[in-house]
């Protein structure tokens, strides 16, 4: 079975990082991703996950304005210069907590916005050729227009383009079962044919967002096919627990059964 990632954003939620990193740990996981690191200094964060023995295997660049609605930059022609100050900050980061992912949000805007969409693969072109040599991804992650609307890349085909146009090696899907689910379904024939464009998967269930097992895919079914493509990466469980986090932890008993200590 794939090897899982607690997100700290959303699993543990109601402590702080410290403990629910302590909590990921004490729950079997070895890895560990979340949404923004950055309200702690790396070195602070590295002694946390090493304390508790865990690998940070995914964060995302700094988005712009979250609390006031904004969704990434890479993707607006006058802001590519704070696009790339946050490309050297995650980077920055990532060498101190050895991260070798890093997803690159989009931000809000149309999808069929020309300058839009020059200005994101510019801005991602120099995300990977900043990152390539020190052996780092970056991602790019289709998004349902449900959870996030307006995202501008809310399509699973447009992201294979877009990797398959800018040619860089260290270019990758972030493949995340619930937004291919909302978004376009037939979920393992997805996995089945991008497999080579895959650097991250993550996973809740839908519609709820919740536990997987807990909605309408069968995803063990899902991890199976993982297993059967070869994937080597990290499963993210970027899932709202239905109540508790370790109460609802058993479905990784039934996914992994070997997996947890
Ligand atoms: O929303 C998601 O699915 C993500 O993985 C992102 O990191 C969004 O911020
Ligand atoms: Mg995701």
């Given at each position: 079975m794939p090897r899982f990632a607690a997100n700290l954003s959303f699993l543990f939620a109601d402590r702080a990082l410290p403990d629910r990193i302590d909590a990921a740990r004490a729950a079997g996981f070895d890895a560990v991703e979340m949404?923004?690191?950055?309200?702690?200094a790396p070195e602070t964060l590295a002694e946390w996950l090493k304390a508790a023995d865990l690998e940070l295997v995914l964060f995302n660049m700094r988005p712009g304005d979250w609390a006031a609605g904004e969704r990434g930059l890479a993707s607006f022609p006058h802001r590519s210069e704070e696009f790339r100050a946050s490309v050297e900050e995650a980077l920055r980061y990532a060498q101190r907590l050895g991260t070798r992912r890093l997803h690159a949000l989009a931000g809000?805007?149309?999808?069929?916005?020309a300058r839009a969409a020059s200005a994101y693969r510019d801005a991602l072109a120099f995300a990977c050729d900043r990152a390539g040599p020190m052996g780092v991804d970056v991602l790019i992650e289709p998004i349902n227009g449900r959870d996030m609307p307006g995202y501008h890349l809310a399509s699973f085909e447009r992201a294979a383009e877009i990797i398959a146009a800018l040619g860089?090696?260290?270019?990758?899907l972030q493949f995340d079962v619930y937004h291919r689910q909302i978004l376009r379904g037939d979920v393992i024939r997805g996995l089945e044919e991008l497999m080579p464009l895959i650097g991250h998967v993550q996973v809740a269930s839908v519609p709820g967002r919740n536990e997987p097992g807990t909605g309408e895919l069968d995803d063990f079914a899902v991890f199976a096919a993982l297993d059967r493509l070869g994937y080597a990466g990290f499963v993210g469980c970027e899932y709202r627990p239905l109540g508790r986090t370790e109460d609802g932890l058993g479905w990784m008993d039934r996914a992994a059964p070997l997996s947890r200590t």
């Open positions: 949404l923004f690191p950055y309200e702690h809000l805007a149309q999808p069929d916005d860089r090696p260290n270019l990758k």
